[in-house]
């Protein structure tokens, strides 16, 4: 029993690009919270290289949740996006992407001003974790854009 509206396989194509893209971003997501997301140096110290899931202070470790939380729905809209489901379940995935690839990119975004920040005692500079999680946020917001604006443009079946 096929599902009702269950799109063909040409018209699948955008929905499968969008949860590749997707699962893409989601591997730089945690690759970029385990890189560095900057270079900070304290005074005379030695320079320290935080990273979202290793950041040397004490409870921030919590903020990993957030970017951990974005890949585990990141790869559920992925996942749905590569199988054949009734359309409106891949245009809510394909939101849910666009959301959480707007918000990974800010979290990211985020970090570059602690990196880029100096002043007397403390000298930063930017790490490739927060190039890598901005990046990785750009793929999964692509994901859900190409599974949503390519799927509204393709043709219907019985022109409906």
Known sequence: MALIDAPTASQRWPARAGGIAALIGAAGVLVGCALPYATITYGTDDP???????????????????????VMFTFVAAIIL????????????????????????????????????????????????????????????AGGLIALLIRRGSPRKNGA
């Open 48 to 70: 320290t290289h935080p990273s979202v899931f290793n950041s040397g202070f004490g409870g921030n470790t919590l903020f990993a949740a957030e970017p951990l939380a974005v």
């Open 82 to 141: 590569l199988t054949p489901t009734r359309p409106i379940l891949h245009s809510v995935a394909a939101g849910m992407l666009i959301a959480f690839g707007i918000q990974t990119f800010a979290f990211f975004f985020g970090y570059i001003g602690l990196g880029t920040y100096s002043d007397s005692s403390n000298k930063g500079s930017i790490g490739i974790g927060s190039v890598i999680g901005m990046v990785a946020g750009l793929c999964v917001l």
